[in-house]
């Protein structure tokens, strides 16, 4: 049977969904491949074979790794308001990196994490902030002004909170949850790019095409023919 790349994602356990949005794995086996990585509103943990577990940070920008033939990789998808509580650290100090765990949590944690009964403790662990899990639901669906006005604080300190716990300014990250929008709207229904656009809360289909490329480094109808491709 002839070996082909793979990528599956599948539901975080109950008792980690506080913290994690999914997970993943990825294969590669039939030649090194780049990838393109587009914001998509999270952190991952991502935990090599090698035994190498690396942190991306949350991004409004792309990136295209080098996947070497061999590459297996499980990944774990932190939810945006889980990151600052997960990794100790500010948020923008993971801003479109990726580190080595090592460098954010310490060698000894690490090591520990290795062993899936510990990753399991330290990720029902974590304890979102609250006030950063209100602001990422109303960011989605409100204005930033109107997202402040129901926190009770000032968009200055909104800005200010967003940047430390997740990395992204609020306008940035509703650039990222728009830019996911269309990508949903347009895979599943395929009605075509204006009415996707339109769906996602772009003014029009120019506006569309300038905050894709300026996110993903390629336009809609090229992004949304590599997605179809198989992994």
């Not at 506080?18 to 914001?39: G, I, K, L, M, Y």
């Not at 395929?190 to 490329?213: F, I, K, S, W």
């Amino acid at each position: 049977m002839k070996e082909e790349d793979t990528y599956r994602e599948w539901e975080a356990p109950p008792e980690w969904r506080h913290a994690v949005a999914c997970c993943w794995e990825q294969r590669v086996v039939v030649a090194d491949r780049h990838q393109r990585v587009v914001p998509d509103g999270h952190a991952d943990l991502l935990l090599h074979d090698s035994g190498v577990i690396e942190i991306v940070g949350l991004a409004d920008h792309v990136a295209v790794p080098l996947l070497a033939r061999g590459t297996r990789i499980r990944g774990i998808r932190l939810r945006p308001e889980a990151v600052a509580a997960a990794l100790a650290t500010n948020g923008s100090e993971l801003v479109n990196l990726t580190v080595d765990a090592e460098d954010v949590l310490g060698a000894r944690r690490v090591r520990e994490l290795v062993d899936d009964r510990a990753l399991d403790a330290w990720l029902r662990s974590i304890q979102p902030d609250g006030r950063t899990t209100n602001a990422v639901r109303l960011l989605a669906t409100h204005p930033v002004t109107d997202t402040a006005d129901e926190l009770g604080i000032s968009v200055r300190h909104l800005r200010r909170v967003l940047t430390t716990t997740i990395g992204l300014t609020p306008k940035a990250f509703q650039r990222v949850l728009r830019l996911q929008r269309f990508l949903a709207s347009a895979e599943r229904s395929r009605t075509g790019l204006a009415a996707a656009a339109a769906d996602a809360g772009y003014a029009d289909q120019p506006h569309l095409t300038r905050e894709v490329v300026a996110l993903t480094g390629t336009t809609p109808a090229r992004l949304l023919e590599e997605r179809r491709q198989p992994t």
